[in-house]
């Protein structure tokens, strides 16, 4: 818990410290979906995204923020997405997106313990 | 026989001379640096097929030893002068040359990486620019001041081109596709190495570019981050602290690297736009040279019998840089013949 | 770092200075922080380097607190600035002398503005004219009080009684720079060396002895801000910034810090006692804070000026371990007598007390 002594409190830093972040998460979707890597950050697939449109979800988002190690946000928002796949149909790189959510939930499942979704 | 001088032994310049020579035309090349070859001969591989540059360099020279071509090497031009048809080359050295028509082909030279200081070239030890990396390849070996393998490395695009701050709006167009040629080629030589591209724009235009990129990505692994890099300091470890922000995640970054590489712009050498302004040549608002016209005439000066090849008026890569070459010659062929 | 290259950076911003002859300009703040500062600075001008330096007593606030928080308009901060050289000219001095890095880039704000557009000088001729009756000219040479104490560093250097080398180890000391944003990055060509690597605190520490450490939050902001700072609830940003570069700052075991800017100065000093008190952290040395010291204090200690009357006890972080280090004679009994003799109470919570 941060002080407030003087009636102000320290900020939270903004920067992604490449560092200090764990990508073991990112690595463990490009062993298992090598697509993974080949994202340029079009928007296509959020875009399309059945999800995206009703709720905070992009794919092309979290896809950074995973390979930053910047795990936090992907952790709760993955779990937004319904597989309906039509994400896939926009490509133009051949990221296999629908693999790559799936294999994100995995490695939190596994890594990280955390529920199956 | 007519003769003609080509100003700049490098690309275009070599490629219209042997051209010229071989349709029967006396040809003077001068060439202000000692050796011929201009930018191509300090670079080890070529994008995108990562050809040796010395495949080239043979080809240009191959076709430039002919005997009616005369080559003057350490001969800087500073204006050229028409008379009665003829044209008057003056060279820094006080010597003139004769011409009936002449071609300017005097390229481009790269940005000075020190202007832009928040980088740190020449400062910090491990800041490198593209062409000390080709320098390196060359020599053999990826290493740091101190001997090691560099395990971070990151390319820092756009260095002196796109940039209002050192007066270059343009796109240098050479150096996306370099950036990640170099970046493959480094994780070939240090297969451990983690390489980051830091990009404003990833403009793969050309043939077999985008294709280039995707294999950085998918078989290298290379890290491309869109966001342009704002400073460079050494933190306690000597580790390179790169700023940046993610773009694409709306976040600011940090991160620790052990080499960068600035990914340096093209420009108009400073003695070209003296000679441009001494022979009444117009220049364009990047400086380079201006033709009378940018789609059909790209290599007329506007002044009859003194005609532009390759960079001295736009970022070309080899390819265009010999055909645009080419183009010049079948302009002043055009020349003599109807004057 | 290379220090050849390093040079070649310096090289290409060197601003002119006036030798002589200036029109000074106050700070609104520095006075009550750290009030032995401008007292030296006139002193050191006037009796030590023999300048001739006048202020006129009529001049007022520059108002850049108020313009940067919003409450003064750009026309009216164009007019007090037109008054102060109105002042200027009527004592007959051209060479302006600015003490605080807010107002020093309110000055260039203001000059280059009136250079782009020539009808905003018009029109502040006009408003200053209709509300006072006076002319003005606009400066020939424009200087911060740190470009004059650079210019003549050589020549403090060559008086000095102390160095800034640690007398046990007989290595310089290491010393943080740390320019008021202000200064020079809205326009490097005001600023001794430029936005990147501004040459006028380091040429000082470089000419007295010490050794600048550039790490790698050397150009970030101390956070001041203005509006920031001034909304309580807000503070805990500005704090945050100067947190940033203490840390970054920490593993190269700075003996003290340097700045030109009085706002920077105040932060650094009094955030380092926030922090502990909030925080329970420290960024010196053994658990100790990293004294902060204004140019002219730092002058003043390499000259032999007795602490005290430089004001060093005026500071949060007390510099005594610092003035050991350096070998610098004082007398504690004296620290909290006023020029008449009079003893005032200590204030309570100072750090780096022995």
């Known amino acids: ?117 | ?339 | 770092m290379k220090e050849p290259e390093n040079k070649r950076i310096w090289s290409e911003y060197q601003k002119e200075i006036a030798d002589d002859h200036f029109f000074y300009v106050r700070s609104c703040i520095r006075q009550s922080f750290f009030p032995g500062s401008e007292q030296f600075f006139l002193k050191m001008m006037r009796e030590i380097l023999g300048k001739d330096i006048y202020e006129n007593p009529s001049h007022t606030t520059c108002t850049g607190i108020g313009y940067h928080t919003d409450i003064v308009p750009f026309e009216t901060i164009m007019t007090v600035i037109a008054r102060h050289f109105a002042l200027m000219k009527e004592a007959g001095y051209r060479n302006i002398a600015i003490s605080c890095v807010t107002s020093f880039g309110i000055y260039t704000e203001i000059i280059e503005t009136w250079k782009h557009f020539p009808e905003t000088l018009e029109k502040t001729r006009e408003y200053l004219y209709k509300a006072t009756g006076r002319e003005f000219d606009v400066p020939e040479n424009m200087a911060h009080t740190s470009d004059i104490v650079y210019k003549f560093r050589n020549e403090i250097a060559a008086k000095a009684k102390y160095r800034l080398v640690n007398r046990f180890t007989g290595e310089p000391l290491k010393v943080v720079e740390h320019i008021g944003c202000h200064y020079s990055k809205m326009f490097p060509k005001y600023g001794v060396g430029g936005a990147e690597f501004p040459k006028v605190l380091s040429g000082m520490i470089e000419a007295w002895g010490g050794q600048v450490i550039d790490y790698p939050e050397r150009r970030h902001c101390c956070g001041f801000g203005f509006r920031q700072y001034i909304v309580q609830a807000n503070r805990g940003y500005s704090l945050s910034n100067s947190v940033k570069k203490f840390e970054s700052m920490k593993p190269y075991k700075p003996d003290f810090i340097i700045t030109n800017c009085p706002g920077c100065n105040m932060f650094m000093d009094r955030w380092q006692y926030a922090m502990r008190e909030m925080e329970g952290k420290t960024y010196g040395e053994n658990g100790l804070s990293i004294p902060v010291l204004t140019y002219e204090e730092v002058a003043g200690l390499v000259l032999g000026i007795n602490p005290w009357e430089l004001g060093l006890q005026y500071h949060m972080v007390q510099s005594e371990p610092l003035l050991d280090k350096i070998g610098i004679e004082y007398n504690p009994s004296d620290k909290y007598l006023t020029k008449d003799g009079i003893r005032i109470p200590a204030p309570e919570n100072l750090i780096n007390i022995k």
Not at chain 2, 182 to 209: L, S, T, V
Request: charged residues 25%; hydrophobic residues 35%.
């Open chain 1, 1 to 117: 818990m941060k002080s407030n002594k003087f009636g102000f409190t320290l900020s939270e830093p903004r920067v992604i410290d490449y560092e200090a972040n764990n990508r073991q998460i990112a690595e463990y979707i490009f062993d298992h979906e090598p697509t993974f890597r080949l994202c340029i950050e079009c928007g296509a697939c959020a875009a399309t995204c059945t999800a995206g449109q009703f709720m905070t979800f992009s794919l092309r988002e979290l896809n950074v923020l995973l390979k930053r190690g910047e795990n936090d946000i992907p952790r709760q928002r993955i779990k937004n997405c319904m597989f309906c796949g039509k994400c896939i149909l926009v490509c133009p790189r051949g990221v296999n997106t629908r693999g790559v959510i799936f294999h994100a939930r995995e490695a939190f499942r596994k890594i990280e313990g955390n529920e199956r979704f």
């Open chain 2, 1 to 339: 026989m007519e003769n003609i001088v080509v100003i700049g032994g490098g690309v275009s310049g070599l490629e219209a001379a042997g051209q010229l020579a071989r349709m029967g035309y006396s040809v003077t090349v001068a060439e202000k640096n000692e050796k011929t070859g201009g930018n191509v001969k300090n670079w080890y591989h070529l994008f995108p097929d990562r050809r040796d540059s010395k495949e080239v360099i043979d080809y240009l020279n191959k076709l430039a030893s002919h005997p009616d071509i005369k080559i003057l090497t350490g001969k800087e031009i500073t204006e050229i002068s028409s008379r009665n048809g003829k044209f008057d080359i003056k060279s820094s050295d006080g010597t003139v040359l004769e011409a009936d028509a002449v071609i300017v082909a005097t390229g481009f030279e790269l940005f000075d990486s020190r202007r832009k200081e928040e980088y740190g070239y020449g400062i910090y030890d491990n800041v490198i620019t593209s062409a000390d990396l080709e320098k390196m390849f060359r020599s053999g070996g990826v290493r740091l001041v101190n001997g090691k393998l560099p395990e971070k490395v990151g390319f820092i695009h756009c260095v002196g081109s796109r940039d209002e701050k050192v007066g270059n709006y343009y796109c240098s167009k050479l150096c996306c596709v370099t950036a990640v040629k170099q970046a493959i080629e480094i994780k070939e030589k240090i297969p451990g190495a983690e390489i980051f591209c830091f990009y404003m724009d990833m403009r793969m235009g050309g043939p077999y570019y985008e294709e280039l990129y995707r294999e950085a990505q998918e078989k290298y692994g290379i890290t491309f981050i869109r966001g342009k890099v704002s400073e460079i300091s050494v933190n306690i470890n000597g580790k390179l602290v790169t700023k940046a922000e993610d773009t694409l995640a709306g976040r600011p970054l940090r991160m620790e690297l052990d080499m960068v590489v600035l990914m340096v712009g093209t420009e108009m050498p400073e003695g070209n736009i003296k000679l441009a302004e001494r022979s009444l040549l117009k220049c364009s608002e990047n400086r380079f040279f201006k033709p009378v016209d940018n789609h059909y005439g790209s290599n007329l000066s506007g002044k009859k019998g003194i005609f532009y090849a390759g960079c001295c008026v736009a970022q070309m890569n080899i390819t265009e840089s010999i055909s645009h070459a080419r183009a010049a010659v079948s302009e002043v062929v055009n020349y003599l013949k109807n004057r």
